[in-house]
């Protein structure tokens, strides 16, 4: 049975690699509204949890798998777009070692959203396009992905478990 494609959004697109990463960013977009438009702590704390838990998973995803990939077909395409990553980075490891109910963890938190709302933004206006008229084949690296995030939900759910016990 193949179930690499199908219509509802839910499996891996792999011949369409980029579509996953939108779906990614678009649910982040949803979450920053949820969090701007709350006047509820518990909701804000609980829509900047999940951000960070997708972003985090969202940039391991795209710093190890489908970055290195395009940097081997046309490196000019990527450092900026790396670059980026480095900075939001080094504030998700420090937002980790803080707790979000820290009076300096919201406006960091903010800051980093700031930058990685504009950074998408720019994927999606200039990158993937770019890629786009390139005529990569998106197929092997969108195999790859799907490995990598096939094997990122296993790892995690190995730690839920663990650590509900
Ligand atoms: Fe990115
Ligand atoms: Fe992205």
Redesign the pocket.
Known sequence: MDTTTNDSGSAFPVDRPVES?IRDHNLVRTLVETYRNSDSDAVKINAAEQILMLMET??LL??SV??PAVREIDPTLIGH?EQ??QK?DQILVELKRMSLNDPQALPLFEQLIEL?LQ??EE?ENQ?FPRLEQAGIDMMPIGLQMQAFEANMVHVQAQATQQGAR
Do not use: A, D, I, Q
């Open positions: 990463l969202h940039s795209e710093e489908f970055y777009f980026e990553h939001t990685h950074h998408v994927e990158f």
